[in-house]
């Protein structure tokens, strides 16, 4: 398989439980690319540790999660076309939000700093992006996590709960690039435990509830 050339993920029996609790029973579901998901449940119902999984963080007690037939997980390896937000996002706090963005640019060497510019710029963080990190409000950190996710244009991007303390502006203005990104056959997946948060984007929505998975009806 070449990286950045796959249509499919299929996610496959998916079985996972830390002691005695299970979190994910059983999980089947497929996503592919130009398209958008949505997973929505209460907290703790097993979409950040379904995202873990997906993003190889976490290996499941049994099943599997294939990339266009590829498991990365049995090889001991991250997909490496695809970049996350998971949960709260963890920066340098005493460095600038541009400067942790460099940082983190400088592992793959892809992009230089015009394209960190405008993942900002996206999120309407680029006034900002010379304060340190421990300056930032919830909200800010939120828009570097999504702006770390999108910067280097990859063909795969999770986003869990991203929208959580950002302003109605910012919201729409990065809702209406995932959708430009949709078109360009980005394959997007994005959790929340609020379903009007992602009505206007996905194509399926997913329901997460007591270990088990199902899509649910798009009114």
């Known amino acids: 398989m070449i990286d950045g050339d796959f249509m499919k993920i299929n996610v496959n029996n998916i079985y996972k439980k830390f002691g005695d609790n299970v979190v994910l029973d059983n999980v089947n579901v497929s996503f592919e690319s130009g398209k958008i998901y949505g997973l929505v449940g209460r907290n703790g119902s097993g979409k950040s540790v379904f995202l873990k999984i997906l993003c190889g963080f976490y290996k499941p007690n049994s099943g599997n999660v294939l990339f266009d037939n590829y498991d ?9 076309m695809l970049r996350a937000l998971v949960e709260k996002p963890q ?10 963005l460099k940082i983190l640019a400088e592992i793959q060497k892809k992009i230089g700093e015009d394209q960190i ?13 010379n304060k340190k990190v421990y300056k930032y409000s919830l909200g800010m950190k939120q828009k570097l996590g999504i702006a770390q996710a999108i910067m280097e244009n990859p063909d795969i991007i999770v986003l869990d ?13 990065i809702k209406n690039y995932l959708l430009k990104l949709k078109k ?7 959790s929340t435990h609020i379903k009007e ?7 399926s929505i997913y329901e997460f509830d007591s ?8 009114v």
Do not use: C, Q
Request: proline fraction near 4%; charged fraction near 35%; glycine fraction near 4%.
């Open 211 to 218: 270990g088990k998975i199902n899509e649910v009806k798009i």
């Open 72 to 80: 990365y997980i049995d090889n001991n390896k991250y997909p490496t």
């Open 91 to 100: 920066f340098f706090p005493e460095l600038s939000g541009f400067t942790n």
């Open 117 to 129: 510019n405008y993942a900002l710029d996206i999120v309407n963080l680029k006034e900002e992006k």
């Open 197 to 203: 948060d992602i009505i206007d984007l996905a194509d």
């Open 184 to 190: 360009e056959d980005k394959l997007i997946i994005i």
């Open 161 to 173: 709960e991203p929208f959580n303390g950002i302003e109605r502006d910012s919201v729409n203005k």
